[in-house]
């Protein structure tokens, strides 16, 4: 009723009334009556239920097991006998409940697959387990192909695998458990990976804000105190100068004195006059100015040229420990090491040489990515990181994270050393300062088949088949560095497993006429 009610009170304002069922249109607007015979038929119906008709569900369907003893329109199965091999709806199963043979039988619930249970050769059904064969058989099979054969009960045997899945069950919850706290895990630690990003990023903001104010207030500062010294000395050049033109004036009037009166012809005027114009007071001045060389301010340039060297030095070096720390957030998911060449050079790096740190001998060709020992001496400028004695040299690139490079070395006379190492190894003196004498470089020295490898001045030898390329790989936040013989296939010569402090360059020291070359995997 309220919903005929609302619908109308919608058509009010056309003055006319429809039937929202059957569309009839009523003018006035009727008054309506409850139908009380439908109202008691839909109580009673709510009182007892729409009961279907008597087996309209219980015929049986294309994926529904069939009665086997129903004739016409089969009904469904509700369970099927293992002895009688047959499915029963619940009409003809009710003997299996009344007479005591049939009560012994074996019921199931029904299946179309009936017949795996039953035996094709003795169409029998299979209630033994052949463990010889991993098969279900009969009776009859046992004693004939199967007499010899380990066998059980089909049931003892299900309850022995139950127990195996069970067990085998319990064991996928566990892993389900540990990974599901794994994935938690994983989780919190994004969400603190976000969270440290987050407020690092905007320290870093604040604390290089007040680095770039601070070296503003000190390029204002060194601009106040030129421009303050500028106007002191100039004003100051200023007033000697205006002294100066001051007396030129002044020495410019007494000449042209002294030029009347050498020009008078009368000889007692000129007499007359000359006691008291010729006495030239003394200059209060020097006779002539020194002026220093034009450096006025190129000092103070040098000296802020000399600033901006050192703070970019100290720049390289902090961010090499800035680069180190935000790479070590790397390992909590640090990958295995690489098995195949072409897996290595998915992390290939591509080094370059430091001409700073080379040492006066050693020439560097190729873009700094070649080195050869001349025993003559380079003109190289003075550097603070420059080899004095052994004959080596430093990458230009700090090395972290997972790394790999290949080195190209030709002995003609000593050996070669292929190292890394700690910037500070520069500081070492000799000749533990050569790679792998000290602690703070790793080496691998090559001479003909023979390599060994050094740190500490402690060192382990090896004999290979000779090759000329080396392949080294480095997972710093593993604390890995593996050096592999290369060639047709990767032969591991020796890995290094230890923790990393610092931030690591690659190196190499080269004897008398030796070359080594960094390039490219092939």
Known sequence: MSCIELHWKKEDQKGNHSCPQCKKTFIPRPDLEKN????????????????AAPGDHCYAGPEDVACDFCTGRKLKAIKICLVCLASYCEKHLQPHYDVAPLKKHKLMEPSKNLQVNICSQHDEVMKIFCRT???????????????DHETLSAAAERTERQREL??????????IQDREKDV???QQEVEAINHSADKTVEDSKKIFTELIRLIQKRSSDVKQQIRSQQETEVSRVKELQEKLEQEITELKKKEAELKQLLNTEDHNQFLHSYP????????????????????????VTAAVSELRDKLQDILRDTWTNISLAVAEVEVLLSGPEPRSRAGF????????????TAHVWIVLLNGNRTVTRWNQHQPYPPHPDRFFSPTQVLSRQHLTGRCYWEVEWVVRM??????????NVKTVSAPISVFGYNDIAWSLECYGNLFRVGHNNRWTGYKFPPSSRIGVYLDHSAGILSFYSVSETMTLLHRVQTTFHQPLYAGLWVGTNDTGEFCKPK
């Open 184 to 186: 938690k895990l994983l």
């Open 36 to 51: 009380t015979m439908l109202a008691a038929l839909v109580e009673q119906l709510k009182k007892t239920g729409l009961q």
């Open 276 to 299: 008291s114009l010729s006495a030239l007071s003394e200059s209060t001045h020097s006779s002539s100015i020194n002026i220093r060389p034009l450096r006025h301010f190129e000092d």
């Open 414 to 423: 000593e050996k070669v050393l292929i190292a890394v190492a700690y910037k």
């Open 133 to 147: 064969d991993q098969k279900c058989i009969c009776s009859l099979c046992l004693l004939d192909e199967h007499k």
């Open 345 to 356: 050079s998915k992390h290939y790096c591509e080094i370059t040489l430091d001409p700073n």
């Open 166 to 175: 069970e067990e085998r069950r319990g064991r996928i919850q566990q892993r």
